[in-house]
C-alpha cells in the first residue's frame, strides 16, 4: 500500500467554512483542487449554489406541500451541474465521488421523496462520471432495532435500482452517526447488501473500544476518509491514531483513494498545502508501524512514500 499524490483526493468539506460564510460554493472546487496539485474530489451536493429563480421555486415547494426530503433536491438545478462538469474539465480534475445526505429511517411519505434524492444522486454522479456514489443511512443513534428490518429493505431495493440502472456507479454508506453509530449495528445492517461497501471514516467512530471498531469497518472498506483536525509542527494530525488506522489497512489490502476531510476552521488551502508537503513526515511519524530500511538505490520520495 502506498500513499502518493495519485491515489490522494479531497472533500470538498475541507473548505466547509468558506462555504458557511459565502465566500465560495461547489462550483469553485475543481480550481481549488487543481491549485493544490490533485487530480480527483469528492463533490457534498449540499455546496451547490442557489439555482435560477431559486426563491421562486422555494415558495412553489412550500405551495405544493414539500418536505424536508424534496427541498434537498431545490439545488439540483441542469444549467448548475452542467456548470460544474465544464469547471471539472477545465481544471482537469476528476470527481471521485459523488455525496449525498441521504435519510433511510424516514417514514413512508417522506420515503417517496428521500428515494427520488437518492436516484438524483445516482443520475448526477453518473452525469459527472463519478465512480462512487456516497450514501448516509440517517436517523438518530437513539432509534432502536425496530427500525432496522424497515432500513434494510430500503437498502436492498436502492442496491437493486444502482445495479440494474447505474452499474458503472458503486454505492457506498459512510460511518457517518445516526443509526450508523455503533458499527456492529452498522455492521449488521449492511451484511443484508453485499453490493454496498463502506466508506470508512476513522473520526466518525465512538471512542471507546476504537480500535476494535475500526478493525470491523476496514473489513468493508471501499473509500477513505483521511480525517484532519490540525497538523502540528510536522505536519501531522495528533487526533487520531494513524499509525494504527494504516496498519489496520494495510491489513486489509486497501489500495483505494484516500480522501482528505479536513475538518477544522483554520484556512483550509494552508492546511492542504502543508499536509501534501509534509507526506515524508507522516511516513515516518503516522504510517510507520515498524521500522523498515530503505535500500540507499531507491531512496523514499515525498510525492511517493511506502505505508506499512
Not at 468539506?13 to 462555504?19: G, I, V
Request: net charge neutral; glycine share 6%; hydrophobic share 40%.
Amino acid at each position: 500500500m502506498t500513499l502518493s499524490k495519485e491515489n490522494l483526493s479531497v472533500s470538498t468539506w475541507t473548505w466547509h467554512s468558506k462555504y458557511y460564510s459565502g465566500d465560495l460554493s461547489l462550483l469553485d472546487a475543481p480550481n481549488l483542487v487543481n491549485k493544490a496539485g490533485l487530480q480527483t474530489v469528492e463533490l457534498n451536493d449540499f455546496m451547490l449554489p442557489p439555482g435560477r429563480f431559486s426563491r421562486l421555486r422555494n415558495w412553489a415547494g412550500y405551495l405544493w406541500g414539500y418536505r424536508k426530503q424534496s427541498r434537498k433536491m431545490l439545488k439540483y438545478v441542469g444549467s448548475t451541474l452542467k456548470k460544474l462538469k465544464s469547471e471539472l474539465d477545465k481544471n482537469n480534475v476528476k470527481c471521485l465521488s459523488w455525496t449525498i445526505d441521504s435519510d433511510f429511517t424516514v417514514d413512508d411519505i417522506a420515503w417517496r421523496d428521500e428515494l427520488a434524492y437518492i436516484i438524483s444522486g445516482f443520475k448526477t454522479a453518473q452525469q459527472l462520471n463519478a465512480k462512487f456514489l456516497r450514501l448516509t443511512l440517517g436517523g438518530a443513534a437513539c432509534m432502536g432495532p425496530e427500525i432496522d428490518p424497515l432500513v434494510i429493505s430500503r437498502l436492498k431495493f436502492v442496491s437493486a435500482v444502482a445495479s440494474h440502472l447505474f452499474p458503472d456507479i458503486e454505492p457506498v454508506v459512510e460511518n457517518h452517526w445516526g443509526i450508523s453509530t455503533e458499527p456492529t449495528r452498522f455492521l449488521a445492517l449492511l451484511d443484508h447488501v453485499p453490493n454496498i461497501g463502506i466508506c470508512f471514516d476513522p473520526g466518525n467512530t465512538p471512542k471507546v473500544n476504537q480500535e476494535i471498531n475500526w478493525r470491523l469497518l476496514a473489513s468493508r472498506t471501499k473509500l477513505f476518509h483521511l480525517k484532519i483536525y490540525d497538523l502540528d509542527k510536522h505536519h501531522i494530525d495528533q487526533h487520531l491514531d494513524y499509525r494504527t488506522v494504516f496498519q489496520i489497512l494495510h491489513e486489509q489490502n486497501y489500495s483505494g483513494k484516500f480522501v482528505i476531510e479536513y475538518e477544522g476552521d483554520g484556512d483550509p488551502d494552508l492546511v492542504l498545502a502543508q499536509l501534501l508537503s509534509g507526506l515524508s513526515d507522516w511516513r515516518d511519524s503516522g504510517f510507520r508501524r515498524m521500522p523498515r530500511s530503505v535500500p540507499k538505490s531507491t531512496p523514499a520520495s515525498s510525492d511517493s512514500l511506502p505505508v506499512w
